[in-house]
């Protein structure tokens, strides 16, 4: 070999070892994260009874009305849709016994109410046992609350209201 090839295969050679040599690695951590979407979600619907009649046809009848509470939960899990007693509870309610009260919004009066799991008003809608259970499968289901005002409850004419929690549990 001629002595300019030699030269070149040496500095090859050369810079072949020096990139070996000068080779380094350098590492970096990152982390990894997931957020899960609630499994349930609930949309509460509001009851509106209309006008409620103490001397004429509510004197001796209730007042019947319904309202929805849509609930869509994930595949295959018991769940229980509770409500609480509301803002003006009866003294003697119970979160299992809700005694529920509309106040009026003019004068310090309270108008009783009741809310029903079923069309026959046998099945209170409150907590723990009086709340209302169910399988989830995934798809979106209307549940129907049955509101009544008993008959006969004479007050200051005006406005009532009260606000009522539906909880999801799951």
Known sequence: MNRFA??????????????????TSK????????????????????LAFGNYDPLGVNLNSEMDQTTIVSIQCVDSFPATVTL?????????????????????????????????????????????QSAFHFQSDGTLHDYVIYGVIPPGQ????????????????Y
């Open 27 to 46: 590492t970096s951590s990152f982390a990894v994260t997931a957020n899960i979407q609630p499994a349930c979600t609930i949309q509460a619907q509001p």
């Open 154 to 169: 004479v007050l200051g004419d005006g406005g009532f209201s009260d606000t009522v929690v539906a909880t999801v549990s």
């Open 84 to 128: 609480d007693q509301g803002l003006y509870p009866n003294i003697a309610s119970t979160p299992g016994t809700p005694l529920r009260r509309m106040q009026c919004i003019d004068h310090a009066q309270f108008m009783n109410y009741f809310l029903y799991q079923d069309p026959g008003h046998s099945q209170v809608w409150g907590a723990g």
């Open 6 to 23: 030699k030269v070149c295969v040496i500095i090859l050679v050369a810079m072949l070892a020096a990139t070996s040599v000068f080779a």
